[in-house]
């Protein structure tokens, strides 16, 4: 049974930087594919950024060229740097495990187990 916990979130100003990290425990991750998703208050989660067994990274329109999605396998932890950021970027921010390897980065059906999410909010 895989489990996950975020950190990292926080207040910034516009254009500021923050690292979220998300620790899994349980059985050994390497093989699985994973993701990063946020939702704002009244909106649906989107998907941010996902990584695969092969370490290649997918991310959103919105979030590319300024976060970066990557992972540490020997240390069990999914990170998600997040540079430039924007008002817009303000969401409860998810990582998640992909049920299988055939997954949409985007697509929260494809993703089975969640954290409970590391709040950011970026001021103007």
């Known amino acids: 049974q895989v489990q996950l916990m975020e950190s990292g979130g926080g207040a910034v100003q516009t254009g500021g930087s923050l690292k979220l990290s998300c620790a899994l425990s349980?059985?050994?991750?390497?093989?699985?594919?994973m993701g990063w998703f946020r939702q704002a208050p009244g909106k649906e989660r989107e998907g941010v950024a996902s990584?695969?067994?092969?370490?290649?990274?997918t991310y959103a329109d919105s979030v590319r060229g300024r976060f970066t999605i990557s992972r540490d396998n020997a240390r069990r932890f999914l990170y998600l740097q997040m540079d430039s950021l924007k008002p817009e970027d303000s969401a409860m921010y998810y990582c998640?495990?992909?049920?299988?390897?055939?997954?949409?980065?985007?697509?929260?059906?494809?993703?089975?187990?969640w954290g409970q999410g590391t709040q950011v909010t970026v001021s103007s």
């Open positions: 998640a495990v992909a049920k299988t390897r055939h997954f949409i980065y985007s697509d929260p059906a494809d993703f089975g187990t």
């Open positions: 990584i695969d067994d092969d370490n290649s990274a």
């Open positions: 349980g059985n050994p991750y390497s093989s699985y594919c």
